[in-house]
């Protein structure tokens, strides 16, 4: 399975950015996703995620600004960031977590390549 992350780019305070993560195509669920945040020198942070059945879940500091979709049907998660601030800088990678379907149904947990958004105060 691979995850192709897209989306990032550089902003000013206040804006807006859609991140995209699309899945092969061997990919048959997505049962859970998640964007997480890495900055240099630190771990890497869960921003969002969403699991089939549940309400998606966010970190304290992006709440009422990003939100999180998963659009099974085209094997794409979305991650909208608006009224971006400057601490939300950093390289941002998807996670996907599923079944899988190439000659017969496997389970399967993969990372995108990451993308990086910088927001300027």
């Known amino acids: 399975v691979q995850l192709q992350a897209s989306g990032g780019g550089s902003v000013q305070a206040g804006g807006s950015l859609r991140l995209t993560c699309q899945g092969s195509?061997?990919?048959?669920?997505?049962?859970?996703a998640g964007w997480y945040r890495q900055v240099p020198g630190k771990e890497r942070d869960l921003v969002a995620s969403s699991t089939t059945g549940s309400p998606p879940k966010y970190a304290d500091s992006v709440k009422g600004r990003f939100t999180i979709s998963v659009d099974s049907a085209s094997k794409t998660v979305y991650l909208q960031m608006n009224s971006l601030e400057p601490e939300d800088t950093g390289v941002y990678y998807c996670?996907?977590?599923?079944?899988?379907?190439?000659?017969?149904?496997?389970?399967?947990?993969?990372w995108g390549q990451g993308t990086l958004v910088t927001v300027s105060s």
């Open positions: 996670n996907v977590d599923g079944v899988r379907e190439l000659f017969g149904r496997r389970g399967f947990n993969a």
């Open positions: 195509g061997t990919i048959a669920e997505i049962n859970a």
